[in-house]
């Protein structure tokens, strides 16, 4: 592209900081800002890294919504959020971009205390509708006067709190709430469900030619036209089918309409911030595209969906190949394991990709169930498989499961089922934050009886771990971080080790007593960072590999034998794995000085993991001045 070329596509674009800049435009001159945003996000994208497909696809919306609305006044809440590069960069955040999902940068998600216009903190899904619900009513019994929209996609519609929230706000017909569902056809990975296959039949195409050609035309007519369109809209309807299962749920539906037609959205959007402000929640069918105005994504819109940086022009390349991943060590032992015992059965919550379930849904697609963005049924349904004596393996993420926490104790451990949790991005998650670290499984998980809780600190133990857990008669749960790691890789081998038991991986060498006698007491991938510092020290640093049930001879030993005890975890301090340490020393009335070294009473900012483990005092470096400075070594 010629600077000529690019100056042309930007000269609108750089006019827009605020929604009320976007106003200032001609209805004729929003196709160019979308072209032009279009291929900002691409661009931008392209040089950070970040979620691609669904933000190519929400551009027209965007712009359309900013343009109707009056926000920051008006409400928009995103639902899941990555979606929203759009809508951030309309409303004054373009020139933060290069900084996407930086540490200290933007969020790549909608986040209350960076702008006013991020009416909701969002990042898990179908959160929306319940919270854009909540702000309408307290928009009413405050006396205000403005429109509440949550933005949801149809992926999301798989999962039931949307549900909930729909049943709760078609009870009120005075509340100004406006659903706007973004069908794209496409969640992370393929939705699933006869809810979706029921939208899937809706949009079909002589269902939407019917709509586009009455519906649509009938909604551009004047107000006091709108009862007489709404009994056309009802005849139109009965041609086509029974009504919709909004309209059952007390909204008034209308749609599809291509979202991709700016003309017809804020036709459309106009007419509805009126109709909500008198007749109560509305309900928007939209159908977009994933990866829209970029070809290869809209061919390959999972590939897209989180890209890492790429060139444009050329798209993603193949990377070289590199160490295995423990996602993908952990698809290749299901695979294995399946193959050895035909009980077990693979679930997921949407996330066959994330999970790294692709090949096992290849080769056994009978034991494979993806049950949608439902984690609270995910764990429940494999509950009962496991009651009729199958072995279920739940693959999912440790930010996910917090999402099926009772269930957990209810349906699974309170029962002593046994179930295999194997759970991916533990500790910090890099770029995605907060919202997705995996920060708290081991203080919400070693509190539950009968669960058997493993923490590997390399791709090897990862494997043989997931081989021990699949053989108890218990619950189990074993967590591993993102990507790959330090240490040895994984062998073929289904190898079963001993429940509850550590490892001491290095020794003192000097057996003169020279300072205090340090032994670093590690869970999980940190013990690599723990060596390091050790080997400055001259400390011994043991692998405990269980949170529970601890290792209390080991541990023991260990206060025995050394001057000072400190304790490495990727998860929180608090009623973490040093946590487990210091109750079991206090039961044995055992006095030995302490640190505890993990992530803090806080949550994890986004950014690159190496400066947030560095940030956040979890590097070797890091690790050793806090040692020293606490000892006074």
Same mark, same amino acid.
């Given at each position: 592209?010629?600077?000529?070329?690019?100056?042309?596509?930007?000269?609108?674009?750089?006019?827009?900081?605020?929604?009320?800049?976007?106003?200032?435009?001609?209805?004729?001159?929003?196709?160019?800002?979308?072209?032009?945003?279009?291929?900002?996000?691409?661009?931008?994208? #392209?040089?950070?890294?970040?979620?691609?497909?669904?933000?190519?696809?929400?551009?027209?919306?965007?712009?359309?919504?900013?343009?109707?609305?009056?926000?920051?006044?008006?409400?928009?809440?995103?639902?899941?959020?990555?979606?929203?590069?759009?809508?951030?960069?309309?409303?004054?955040?373009?020139?933060?971009?290069?900084?996407?999902?930086?540490?200290?940068?933007?969020?790549?998600?909608?986040?209350?205390?960076?702008?006013?216009?991020?009416?909701?903190?969002?990042?898990?899904?179908?959160?929306?509708?319940?919270?854009?619900?909540?702000?309408?009513?307290?928009?009413?019994?405050?006396?205000?006067?403005?429109?509440?929209?949550?933005?949801?996609?149809?992926?999301?519609?798989?999962?039931?709190?949307?549900?909930?929230?729909?049943?709760?706000?078609?009870?009120?017909?005075?509340?100004?709430?406006?659903?706007?569902?973004?069908?794209?056809?496409?969640?992370?990975?393929?939705?699933?469900?006869?809810?979706?296959?029921?939208?899937?039949?809706?949009?079909?195409?002589?269902?939407?030619?019917?709509?586009?050609?009455?519906?649509?035309?009938?909604?551009?007519?004047?107000?006091?036209?709108?009862?007489?369109?709404?009994?056309?809209?009802?005849?139109?309807?009965?041609?086509?089918?029974?009504?919709?299962?909004?309209?059952?749920?007390?909204?008034?539906?209308?749609?599809?309409?291509?979202?991709?037609?700016?003309?017809?959205?804020?036709?459309?959007?106009?007419?509805?911030?009126?109709?909500?402000?008198?007749?109560?929640?509305?309900?928007?069918?939209?159908?977009?595209?994933?990866?829209?105005?970029?070809?290869? #994504?809209?061919?390959?819109?999972?590939?897209?969906?989180?890209?890492?940086?790429?060139?444009?022009?050329?798209?993603?390349?193949?990377?070289?190949?590199?160490?295995?991943?423990?996602?993908?060590?952990?698809?290749?032992?299901?695979?294995?394991? #399946?193959?050895?015992?035909?009980?077990?059965?693979?679930?997921?919550?949407?996330?066959?990709?994330?999970?790294?379930?692709?090949?096992?849904?290849?080769?056994?697609?009978?034991?494979?169930?993806?049950?949608?963005?439902?984690?609270?049924?995910?764990?429940?349904?494999?509950?009962?498989?496991?009651?009729?004596?199958?072995?279920?393996?739940?693959?999912?993420?440790?930010?996910?499961?917090?999402?099926?926490?009772?269930?957990?104790?209810?349906?699974?451990?309170?029962?002593?089922?046994?179930?295999?949790?194997?759970?991916?991005?533990?500790?910090?998650?890099?770029?995605?934050? #907060?919202?997705?670290?995996?920060?708290?499984?081991?203080?919400?998980?070693?509190?539950?009886?009968?669960?058997?809780?493993?923490?590997?600190?390399?791709?090897?133990?990862?494997?043989?771990?997931?081989?021990?857990?699949?053989?108890?008669?218990?619950?189990?749960?074993?967590?591993?971080?993102?990507?790959?790691?330090?240490?040895?890789?994984?062998?073929?081998?289904?190898?079963?080790?001993?429940?509850?038991?550590?490892?001491?991986?290095?020794?003192?060498?000097?057996?003169?007593?020279?300072?205090?006698?340090?032994?670093?007491?590690?869970?999980?991938?940190?013990?690599?960072?723990?060596?390091?510092?050790?080997?400055?020290?001259?400390?011994?640093?043991?692998?405990?590999?269980?949170?529970?049930?601890?290792?209390?001879?080991?541990?023991?030993?260990?206060?025995?034998?050394?001057?000072?005890?400190?304790?490495?975890?990727?998860?929180?301090?608090?009623?973490?794995?040093?946590?487990?340490?210091?109750?079991?020393?206090?039961?044995?009335?055992?006095?030995?000085?302490?640190?505890?070294?993990?992530?803090?009473?806080?949550?994890?900012?986004?950014?690159?993991?190496?400066?947030?483990?560095?940030?956040?005092?979890?590097?070797?470096?890091?690790?050793?001045?806090?040692?020293?400075?606490?000892?006074?070594?």
């Amino acid at each position: 592209m010629t600077a000529l070329n690019m100056l042309q596509v930007t000269k609108l674009l750089h006019t827009i900081n605020s929604s009320q800049d976007l106003k200032q435009l001609e209805q004729s001159e929003l196709p160019q800002l979308a072209d032009e945003l279009r291929e900002f996000i691409l661009q931008s994208v #392209a040089s950070t890294g970040g979620h691609l497909s669904s933000n190519l696809g929400t551009v027209e919306l965007a712009v359309a919504l900013h343009y109707v609305f009056n926000t920051p006044d008006d409400r928009i809440v995103w639902d899941v959020g990555h979606q929203s590069y759009a809508h951030k960069i309309l409303t004054g955040r373009r020139e933060g971009m290069p900084q996407l999902r930086q540490f200290g940068g933007l969020s790549g998600f909608p986040k209350r205390s960076e702008s006013e216009y991020d009416a909701f903190g969002t990042a898990h899904s179908s959160t929306s509708i319940s919270a854009a619900l909540g702000m309408a009513v307290a928009s009413k019994v405050k006396g205000e006067k403005r429109n509440v929209v949550a933005v949801i996609g149809d992926g999301s519609m798989s999962a039931g709190m949307a549900y909930e929230g729909l049943n709760n706000a078609g009870v009120d017909k005075s509340i100004p709430l406006i659903v706007i569902l973004n069908d794209n056809e496409m969640s992370i990975s393929p939705a699933v469900g006869a809810l979706n296959r029921y939208l899937a039949k809706l949009i079909s195409g002589s269902i939407y030619g019917a709509t586009k050609k009455g519906l649509d035309k009938v909604l551009s007519y004047s107000p006091p036209l709108r009862e007489f369109a709404k009994r056309l809209e009802g005849h139109a309807k009965g041609m086509i089918g029974p009504a919709t299962i909004f309209e059952e749920f007390g909204f008034d539906y209308y749609g599809p309409i291509d979202g991709h037609n700016l003309e017809d959205l804020i036709v459309t959007l106009s007419n509805l911030k009126k109709i909500a402000q008198t007749d109560g929640p509305q309900f928007l069918h939209i159908v977009t595209k994933k990866g829209k105005g970029y070809e290869r #994504a809209e061919l390959n819109p999972i590939a897209y969906h989180g890209p890492g940086k790429f060139n444009p022009s050329e798209g993603l390349k193949p990377s070289a190949p590199g160490k295995k991943t423990y996602t993908e060590v952990f698809g290749e032992w299901l695979c294995d394991m #399946a193959k050895q015992d035909q009980r077990l059965i693979g679930i997921t919550p949407a996330m066959r990709e994330g999970s790294g379930l692709v090949q096992f849904e290849k080769q056994f697609p009978e034991r494979y169930f993806d049950v949608g963005i439902a984690e609270q049924h995910a764990v429940t349904f494999a509950a009962g498989i496991a009651c009729e004596g199958l072995k279920p393996v739940v693959a999912i993420y440790s930010t996910f499961l917090q999402r099926g926490y009772d269930q957990l104790i209810h349906d699974v451990t309170l029962q002593n089922l046994p179930i295999v949790f194997a759970v991916d991005r533990a500790g910090m998650v890099g770029a995605d934050g #907060a919202t997705h670290a995996g920060a708290f499984d081991v203080a919400f998980l070693r509190c539950l009886p009968n669960v058997v809780l493993m923490t590997p600190s390399n791709q090897a133990d990862c494997r043989n771990m997931l081989t021990t857990a699949f053989s108890l008669n218990g619950p189990s749960v074993v967590r591993y971080p993102r990507g790959s790691g330090l240490g040895p890789e994984a062998s073929q081998k289904l190898e079963v080790i001993a429940v509850g038991e550590g490892l001491i991986v290095r020794k003192i060498k000097n057996t003169v007593a020279v300072g205090k006698k340090i032994a670093f007491v590690c869970f999980g991938p940190l013990l690599y960072s723990a060596l390091e510092a050790a080997e400055e020290l001259d400390a011994t640093v043991a692998d405990m590999r269980f949170v529970k049930p601890l290792d209390e001879k080991l541990l023991l030993d260990l206060a025995k034998n050394h001057d000072a005890l400190v304790f490495v975890e990727d998860s929180a301090i608090q009623g973490g794995a040093g946590s487990a340490c210091l109750e079991a020393l206090s039961a044995h009335k055992i006095q030995i000085p302490t640190l505890q070294i993990g992530l803090p009473d806080e949550y994890v900012e986004h950014g690159d993991i190496n400066v947030l483990l560095d940030f956040y005092g979890l590097s070797p470096k890091k690790i050793l001045t806090k040692v020293r400075e606490h000892f006074q070594i």
